[in-house]
């Protein structure tokens, strides 16, 4: 079955960089787009980026606009999210996910279009 596993969070303090990482197993990577997202607490989930299946069109949420990059390596099953600039209203759960149609071209926003998540990858940022 699909399986998306993310590492790398962790504690860092104000203006400092993660890069989260998230592999997939059990599809064929390259034919679904992408998508991270985070959830703070009390907070709903929410896009921060996603990534196209050939990874030719990337879209960020607003406030990470120039400062996250979203990244992947279908030869890899492997897709990134490298943070820079992280300020504490970064602080969330880390989510990738994967949605339900294959070959997307249009970057989807909402939960509900994703059927496959991770475990989620807890990001902090000290002030």
């Known amino acids: 079955q699909v399986q998306l596993a993310e590492t790398g969070g962790g504690l860092v303090q104000a203006g400092g960089s993660l890069r989260l990482s998230c592999t997939a197993s059990?599809?064929?990577?390259?034919?679904?787009?992408l998508a991270w997202f985070r959830q703070a607490p009390g907070k709903e989930r929410a896009i921060v980026a996603s990534i196209t299946f050939s990874g030719q069109s990337t879209f960020y949420e607003d406030s990470v606009k120039g400062r996250f990059t979203i990244s992947r390596d279908n030869a890899k099953n492997t897709a990134w999210l490298q943070m820079n600039s992280l300020t504490p209203e970064d602080t969330a759960v880390y989510y990738c996910?994967?949605?339900?149609?294959?070959?997307?071209?249009?970057?989807?926003?909402?939960?509900?279009?994703?059927?496959?998540w991770g475990q989620g990858t807890q990001v902090t940022v000290s002030s």
């Open positions: 996910a994967t949605p339900t149609l294959r070959y997307t071209t249009n970057h989807l926003v909402k939960v509900v279009s994703y059927n496959s």
């Open positions: 059990g599809y064929t990577f390259s034919k679904y787009s």
